[in-house]
């Protein structure tokens, strides 16, 4: 099985990283996010759309990440296991036969958010999302409003129904740094998006 067996030229698509920083996970709050729903706020992997259909994946993680972090990824790696998470939630593994690096996860999504360049489609888009290795900690750049460190322990309270607000979290240990023109207000509640929503998956087998 091949990546082009989900995503073809044409197919909307883009990637994320599952990063860590010590023992957190780190995921993003975007500034467009914030500005539209702060008392309900989306976070997720860091990435971002591919430039064309001829970008590589791993040449667009790899860009997105130096955009909205700095330059802080010493490299990609490839997963023990590639999944695909479809947007019925139904996860399976996959064994990719493309050469190079191996994503941990392709997702499927239907769902959008309503904004953006995707807000009104009824197309699937594809996130290729890889594991990364951190060399410093990163800094929230461009349109990434902050950036969101949470355990697994942390994760663990986004089990049951509703969501953790931030201040919740923050209490329990989580933290996020934000830009100077950016504050997450610690009543907003905090939904998992994207590669948050297999790691939770993940969390419960």
Same mark, same amino acid.
């Given at each position: 099985?091949?990546?082009?067996?989900?995503?073809?030229?044409?197919?909307?698509?883009?990637?994320?990283?599952?990063?860590?920083?010590?023992?957190?996970?780190?995921?993003?709050?975007?500034?467009?996010?914030?500005?539209?729903?702060?008392?309900?706020?989306?976070?997720?992997?860091?990435?971002?759309?591919?430039?064309?259909?001829?970008?590589?994946?791993?040449?667009?993680?790899?860009?997105?990440?130096?955009?909205?972090?700095?330059?802080?990824?010493?490299?990609?790696?490839?997963?023990?296991?590639?999944?695909?998470?479809?947007?019925?939630?139904?996860?399976?593994?996959?064994?990719?036969?493309?050469?190079?690096?191996?994503?941990?996860?392709?997702?499927?999504?239907?769902?959008?958010?309503?904004?953006?360049?995707?807000?009104?489609?009824?197309?699937?888009?594809? !996130?290729? /999302?890889?594991? %990364?290795?951190?060399?410093? #900690? *990163?800094?929230?750049?461009?349109?990434?409003? &902050?950036? $969101?460190?949470?355990?697994?322990?942390?994760?663990?309270?986004?089990?049951?129904?509703?969501?953790?607000?931030?201040?919740? !979290?923050? /209490?329990?240990? %989580?933290?996020?740094?934000? #830009? *100077?023109?950016?504050?997450?207000?610690?009543? &907003?509640? $905090?939904?998992?998006?994207?590669?948050?929503?297999?790691?939770?998956?993940?969390?419960?087998?």
């Amino acid at each position: 099985m091949r990546l082009s067996d989900f995503i073809s030229p044409d197919t909307p698509a883009g990637t994320a990283l599952f990063l860590r920083w010590k023992n957190f996970h780190v995921f993003c709050i975007s500034k467009r996010e914030l500005a539209n729903s702060p008392q309900r706020v989306r976070f997720s992997g860091v990435g971002g759309k591919r430039r064309n259909c001829d970008e590589p994946f791993a040449d667009c993680a790899l860009r997105e990440a130096q955009e909205e972090m700095g330059a802080v990824v010493a490299s990609l790696e490839s997963a023990e296991q590639s999944y695909f998470l479809a947007a019925d939630g139904t996860l399976r593994a996959i064994a990719l036969t493309d050469d190079g690096i191996r994503p941990r996860l392709i997702l499927e999504k239907r769902r959008h958010s309503s904004y953006g360049s995707m807000a009104y489609s009824q197309r699937s888009y594809y !996130l290729v /999302a890889f594991e %990364a290795r951190l060399v410093a #900690q *990163p800094q929230p750049q461009r349109e990434i409003a &902050a950036l $969101l460190y949470l355990t697994d322990a942390h994760l663990g309270q986004f089990r049951g129904t509703g969501y953790p607000q931030m201040g919740e !979290l923050m /209490a329990a240990g %989580a933290w996020v740094d934000c #830009q *100077p023109d950016s504050e997450v207000p610690l009543s &907003a509640e $905090l939904v998992p998006h994207g590669t948050v929503q297999f790691l939770l998956i993940q969390l419960r087998l």
